[in-house]
């Protein structure tokens, strides 16, 4: 099982980006999935969840509104679309997946995850 996560990049305030993750050795549609992030300083947060066949979806006060997470079947990815960039958006951010059904919740919680990719690099600046 691998996920290989890739968009980051630097972007002004207000900008957009998409977060792609690419999963191999596991059907993704069977699975949880998630994006996290950690600022500098800071403690992993959760940012959206989806269980297995989308059937409930999530996100982080700070993300709702603004970020939408989705899967790709058919390419065996999952996407974070990231939009009206702010400076406090700016950290590293991880995908994950699942297994249990139970794994997305309303708290995102990093525990319920197993696979994780390796970060990409996400920085807000003017």
């Known amino acids: 099982v691998q996920l290989q996560a890739s968009g980051g990049g630097l972007v002004q305030p207000g900008g957009s980006l998409r977060l792609s993750c690419e999963a191999s050795?596991?059907?993704?549609?069977?699975?949880?999935i998630a994006w996290f992030r950690q600022a500098p300083g800071k403690e992993r947060e959760g940012v959206s969840c989806s269980s297995s066949g989308d059937v409930s979806t999530y996100y982080a006060d700070s993300a709702k509104g603004r970020f939408t997470i989705s899967r790709d079947s058919s390419k065996n990815r999952l996407y974070l679309q990231a939009n009206s960039l702010k400076f406090e958006d700016t950290a590293v951010y991880y995908c994950?997946?699942?297994?249990?059904?139970?794994?997305?919740?309303?708290?995102?919680?990093?525990?319920?995850?197993?696979?994780w990719g390796q970060g990409t690099l996400v920085t807000v600046s003017s």
């Open positions: 994950a997946t699942g297994v249990s059904l139970f794994a997305c919740t309303a708290q995102i919680d990093p525990n319920r995850f197993e696979f």
């Open positions: 050795g596991f059907t993704l549609n069977s699975y949880a």
